[in-house]
């Protein structure tokens, strides 16, 4: 028998094996006290990442094809390690497409990243609802725009929801909906219920997304983003607070990326405004993120990125403001702003008022502080 199955595998075997991954590391050189970054007042769209991560990690996706006279399927594996933590699965699942009733639906099941839109910059996914276990298909083909579906537990692959917590979590994704020439947009909508989450055992979300290439001159784009969420539903897609402890909240956001690439000058920018209301206490905090990375090549291997924000938090105390910027001359493969392995050496100067240093004194506002100098070598690489 189990040479028969071994014998069935390799004639499923198309050859096709993939290997990605991610990973990003370096020295810092901080102060004696140990801060090595994360300047940001706890905002969703507030960490500016370039020269203030600090951290070291790695993900690799591993991923195997095979086809059969009556479908296709696929075997996806993601481990990562990040600083001292343990390695953890990131997605494990197997998917299955080419079936004859829908040859372009891609049926799953296990724990997958569903990620779907996110301003680099900031490491931000803005549209986002994977990263628990679930099922569910992508690419079921509606007119000229798709539909994607998924259904979730509060469970993950390494770990199981909070004792007494019972959660599921359902998506719509509909994408590619053209609307304007160079305009599309994608909805996603997320709907929470279950058993033993605080305050409340509901939740609901909607995000609207609207991209537009070749926005006013040829090679600029534009990502436009509304969004809200009530409950145990997050305002990206995901579970809100499934601790059984934590309450669920109340978000509006807004927010505005360009992004481009105009012979040597590349960049992305982000103006955001989000509010974030507590379901049970009733406190509002309303962050505002404004900032950019611009690239400049001065030849096909070295280039300048400089990157600059200013952030505030309101509602919740005194106001508290933020600023950052960080100067970084970069080795890289190639001139553009998402050319990769970068190799940077780079300076990150903030400074922030004293509310913010009272807000955040276990960290960056230790001792009263309220401006750092932080510098180190990065290295940034996917593939």
């Known amino acids: 028998m189990a040479t028969a199955l071994c014998a069935t595998s390799v004639q499923a075997d198309d050859g096709t094996f993939e290997f990605h991954g991610y990973s990003r590391g370096g020295p810092v050189f901080s102060p004696s006290d140990g801060v090595k970054g994360r300047f940001q007042l706890g905002g969703d769209l507030q960490g500016y990442r370039l020269g203030n991560e600090g951290d070291n990690g790695i993900e690799i996706d591993l991923s195997k094809t095979f086809k059969t006279d009556g479908a296709n399927y696929k075997v996806e594996y993601m481990p990562a390690k990040w600083n001292s933590g343990n390695v953890g699965t990131e997605q494990a699942f197997v998917e299955i497409s080419g079936m004859g009733f829908s040859?372009?639906?891609?049926?799953?099941?296990?724990?997958?990243?569903?990620?779907?839109?996110?301003?680099?910059?900031?490491?931000?996914?803005?549209?986002?609802?994977?990263?628990?276990?679930?099922?569910?298909?992508?690419?079921?083909?509606?007119?000229?725009?798709?539909?994607?579906?998924?259904?979730?537990?509060?469970?993950?692959?390494?770990?199981?929801?909070?004792?007494?917590?019972?959660?599921?979590?359902?998506?719509?994704?509909?994408?590619?909906?053209?609307?304007?020439?160079?305009?599309?947009?994608?909805?996603?909508?997320?709907?929470?219920?279950?058993?033993?989450?605080?305050?409340?055992?509901?939740?609901?979300?909607?995000?609207?997304?609207?991209?537009?290439?070749?926005?006013?001159?040829?090679?600029?784009?534009?990502?436009?983003?509304?969004?809200?969420?009530?409950?145990h539903a997050r305002i990206d897609g995901e579970f809100e607070s499934i601790d059984g402890v934590s309450a669920g909240k109340k978000v509006a956001r807004i927010a505005d990326s360009l992004s481009w690439q105009l012979g040597a000058f590349g960049g992305q920018t982000l103006l955001a405004y989000q509010i974030n209301k507590d379901e049970k206490t009733g406190v509002e905090t309303k962050d505002t993120s404004i900032g950019g990375r611009i690239s400049y090549a001065f030849s096909k291997n070295f280039k300048l990125l400089v990157d600059a924000a200013t952030t505030s938090r309101t509602g919740n105390g005194p106001d508290q403001r933020l600023d950052k910027l960080t100067i970084a001359p970069t080795l890289s493969v190639g001139p553009d702003f998402y050319s990769r392995p970068e190799l940077r050496l780079y300076v990150t100067m903030s400074n922030w008022n004293d509310a913010a240093a009272a807000a955040n004194a276990s960290t960056f506002g230790a001792g009263g502080k309220t401006s750092r100098t932080v510098a180190g070598v990065q290295y940034e690489i996917w593939w």
């Open 103 to 231: 040859p372009e639906s891609k049926f799953w099941v296990g724990q997958r990243r569903l990620r779907i839109q996110d301003v680099h910059i900031i490491d931000y996914f803005l549209l986002n609802y994977g990263d628990n276990q679930g099922a569910g298909v992508t690419d079921i083909p509606i007119g000229g725009a798709k539909l994607g579906l998924g259904l979730f537990t509060g469970d993950k692959f390494d770990s199981a929801a909070a004792p007494g917590v019972n959660a599921t979590r359902f998506n719509a994704d509909i994408s590619d909906i053209g609307i304007n020439p160079g305009g599309k947009l994608r909805v996603l909508m997320t709907g929470v219920s279950g058993s033993g989450m605080a305050d409340t055992n509901t939740g609901a979300g909607i995000s609207v997304s609207h991209n537009q290439s070749d926005f006013i001159v040829k090679g600029l784009n534009n990502a436009l983003f509304l969004q809200t969420s009530s409950g």
